[in-house]
């Protein structure tokens, strides 16, 4: 079967810096993507990784590990405006997007 | 300019009714998908359309139904509404399958309460 793993909910200070690990396990893999979205707002796009590896776009990072079946998104200097939910998604053929559940993210002051 | 969306953004209605969700985005993209989100935030892929192809149809009740009349618009309607039906509906495109399925643009969802 298909599945990804990521945490329902992590607690960070703001400031802080804060990882949300995905793990994943699919019929096909051509990468990882990362999602944010804010209380009843649309999903928006935050990073891509094909290929092993960090890659950086400001305060957000993320890794990706294909011989581990895993990823992280990394959040450096949190802001209040960060809590939202984070979700992976694989790409997992040229058509279609495999969703985690999300992971929430509650930053306290 | 807003790039992908939907209206109605709330939609209140009664079990049994048939009501109908529509999507429009000036991306340019070829491809555009039907997403439910459920209380729970669960995002589930419902339909993907490919130059008004279709490409995806996942387990879904044939109730719903997409109709695709050209690559920039795909609506949804559904028939004999049920309480289960009740979540927030995205659509959503990304340019072109095989190079940027990854990066899909959402609207701003349409929330459906079933009464």
């Known amino acids: 079967g298909q599945s990804l793993e990521q945490p329902s909910e992590v607690t960070a200070v703001e400031g802080a810096i804060v990882q949300i690990n995905c793990t994943y396990q699919?019929?096909?893999?051509?990468?990882l993507s990362w999602y944010q979205q804010h209380d009843g707002g649309a999903p928006t796009f935050l990073s891509y990784?094909?290929l092993d590896g960090l890659e950086e776009t400001g305060r957000f990072s993320s890794f990706l590990s294909r011989s581990d079946s895993y990823g992280y998104l990394l959040l450096q200097e949190l802001q209040m405006k960060d809590s939202a939910s984070y979700f992976c998604?694989?790409?997992?053929?040229?058509?279609?997007?495999?969703w985690g559940a999300g992971t929430k993210l509650i930053i306290k002051p | 300019d807003t790039a992908v969306s939907q209206t109605p953004k709330y939609l209140v209605t009664q079990m049994g009714n048939d009501k109908s969700i529509k999507c429009e985005q000036n991306?340019?993209?070829?491809?555009m998908y039907w997403y439910k989100q459920d209380s729970k935030k669960f995002l589930k892929i419902m339909f993907s359309?490919?130059?008004?192809?279709?490409?995806i149809n996942e387990t879904v009740p044939n109730r719903f139904s997409p109709k695709s009349p050209d690559k920039a618009h795909l609506n949804l309607h559904i028939n004999s509404l049920e309480l289960g039906d009740s979540a927030v509906y995205f659509c959503?495109?990304?340019?072109?399958?095989?190079?940027?399925?990854?990066?899909?643009?959402f609207g701003p969802g349409t929330r459906l309460t079933v009464l």
């Open positions: 959503a495109s990304s340019l072109d399958p095989g190079t940027s399925v990854y990066e899909q643009f």
């Open positions: 991306l340019g993209h070829d491809t």
């Open positions: 359309y490919n130059n008004k192809e279709l490409i």
């Open positions: 699919t019929s096909g893999f051509y990468g």
């Open positions: 990784n094909a």
């Open positions: 998604a694989v790409e997992e053929s040229n058509y279609q997007l495999i």
